[in-house]
């Protein structure tokens, strides 16, 4: 629960689902206030990249090294230390496979604020056969668990080399 004294960041680079949010957002004006909607991807170097809608499943997609519409990307890390934020609890992930490069240019922060994460792990964004392995070596050098979200709620942890859709860490 955000309470009222919480914000919420949103990155979205998809043109097409920024203005989407946007307008939904301005449907409701008292959460509007306690959201901010940034217009850039978040990855492990700040670069321009382009956005590809993924065919057959509008308002999904990518973010590639060509095309024609450009979205800046941006480090995490950078980008958290330009808020100056007084707290950080929690960061929700859903990037279509590209969870690892957001983690590389986020280590300063999981590192200083500690927040819980709840990223997509889906099987079809595996690459290479890897399982998401960098990620899992890598957060737990950080010190996270891994958990699932069991349909009532519950948490169930996650035993090596296995993977929900979505991962829970704390």
Excluded: C
Excluded at 38 to 65: C, D, I, K, S, V
Aim: charge should be negative.
């Amino acid at each position: 629960q955000l309470g009222d004294e919480g914000r919420v960041h949103s990155f979205e680079p998809s043109p097409p689902n920024r203005r989407r949010l946007e307008e939904n957002l301005a449907l409701n004006p008292e959460l509007e206030k306690r959201v901010t909607v940034h217009p850039f991807g978040l990855g492990q170097a700040a670069e321009t990249l382009y956005w590809h809608e993924e065919p057959g499943n509008p308002g999904n997609g990518w973010l590639r090294t060509e095309g024609e519409e450009a979205v800046p990307v941006k480090v995490l890390d950078e980008v958290v230390e330009g808020l100056e934020l007084s707290r950080l609890d929690f960061i929700k992930i859903d990037v279509e496979g590209m969870e690892w490069p957001i983690f590389q240019g986020a280590e300063a922060t999981l590192r200083k604020w500690k927040p819980g994460l709840y990223f997509e792990t889906l099987s079809r964004f595996r690459k290479d056969g890897d399982g998401h392995e960098p990620i899992r070596e890598f957060l737990e050098g950080l010190g996270y668990q891994f958990y699932y979200l069991k349909k009532d709620g519950s948490a169930e942890p996650l035993t090596s080399g296995k993977w929900a859709s979505y991962t829970l860490a704390l």
